[in-house]
T-cell receptor, first 114, second 114 residues
């Protein structure tokens, strides 16, 4: 089955700096890669996603890049703000026949210091 | 529209007791997923319902876990008898389509077995 590795497990940056979180996956058939943000005590929420036919996607201060050959994808947050502090999870969508499921990484606790 | 609702939000039970978690998906979402996050680890897939049928239960850890989805609406996840290693946050998610896209997560149930 699919295996997703996520690094780093914790990341602390100063407000205004950039933050990068990296993930690798094992199943070359995976074709959809969402990123979720979970603030303390709240539900994981989708912040950006990318499909395998695209190498990069950007939404304001957030961007995701995908390298299918190397099987890795990354989340980039620029001009970080304290409200960006949260746990971020990457995921890969794999299928076993007709069964689709998301496989998640272990999460990255991002702390943005004012 | 109402989101995915889970309750209870927290549950503390003793080893050997039974606990039932409930998830109400977004109305009209045929797909319902259960996931679990043990402290510091990945959000791990448990099972997937399409309407009232179990599409994929490959992630269920053992036969102490029983999931049901009566009439294709809300779902329950029963743990009987609970063990210490069952502690974690149990998330439910629902989606309209089967392809694994467009998950909406609930806020989770934090289960502590003592």
């Amino acid at each position: 089955g699919e295996n997703v590795e996520q690094h780093p497990s914790t990341l602390s940056v100063q407000e205004g700096d950039s933050a990068v979180i990296k993930c690798t996956y094992s199943d070359s058939a995976s074709n959809y890669f969402p990123w979720y943000k979970q603030e303390l005590g709240k539900r994981p929420q989708l912040i950006i996603d990318i499909r395998s036919n695209v190498g990069e996607k950007k939404d304001q201060r957030i961007a995701v890049t995908l390298n299918k050959t190397a099987k890795h994808f990354s989340l980039h947050i620029t001009e970080t703000q304290p409200e960006d502090s949260a746990v971020y999870f990457c995921a890969a969508l794999s299928s076993g026949g007709s069964n689709y499921k998301l496989t998640f990484g272990k999460g990255t606790l991002l702390t943005v210091n004012p | 529209e109402a989101g995915v609702t889970q309750f209870p939000s927290h549950s503390v039970i003793e080893k050997g007791q039974t606990v039932t978690l409930r998830c109400d998906p977004i109305s009209g979402h045929d797909n319902l997923y259960w996931y679990r996050r043990v402290m510091g680890k990945e959000i791990k897939f448990l099972l997937h319902f399409v309407k009232e049928s179990k599409q994929d239960e490959s992630g269920m850890p053992n036969n102490r876990f029983l999931a049901e989805r009566t009439g294709g609406t809300y779902s329950t996840l029963k743990v009987q008898p609970a063990e210490l290693e069952d502690s974690g946050v149990y998330f439910c998610a629902s989606s309209l389509g089967t392809g694994g896209y467009g998950y909406t997560f609930g806020s989770g149930t934090r289960l502590t077995v003592v």
